[in-house]
């Protein structure tokens, strides 16, 4: 039986995620900032509790990863009309995130698709708008 981790949202919703061991193995070894967001609640160690805002911490490496991949898409030209990244990610007991291969067992699937539509006129061609030629 795997190890769990149970976020609770402000709203009071719960979600239980599977998580792996960590680097460390345990979670004795999570960074400071993350040592005190899990609380054991099952003997064993098999089910901890974690605040909902823990969840968003562990995401928020995510953030530059999907903004790199936007900025460098959106600079290809021709420009795609829209483009979609899938990451696979798996949460370690110790509230790290990693990202998996495609096939990899994951904790999560993470999704993010962009209409970019055509680029932005960066002024430099005529046809401007801002007034009628009268």
Do not use: C
């Not at 006129?121 to 801002?130: I, N």
């Amino acid at each position: 039986m795997g190890e769990y981790v149970e976020f609770t949202f402000d709203d009071g919703q719960k979600v239980l995620l599977e998580v792996f061991p960590g680097p460390a193995g345990n979670r004795e070894g999570a960074p400071e900032s993350r040592r005190g967001a899990l609380v054991p609640v099952a003997g064993g160690g098999r089910v901890a509790r974690a605040a909902g805002t823990a969840l968003k911490q562990v995401l928020k490496p995510l953030v530059p990863v999907l903004e790199s991949v936007h900025g460098t898409v959106s600079a290809v030209r021709p420009r795609p009309e829209s483009v979609t990244v899938e990451l696979a990610v798996k949460i370690s007991s110790d509230l790290q995130l990693g990202i998996v291969s495609g096939n990899g067992e994951a904790s999560m699937t993470v999704s993010a698709t962009w209409a970019l539509g055509a680029a932005p006129d960066t002024g430099g061609g005529s046809g401007g708008s801002g007034g009628s030629t009268g």
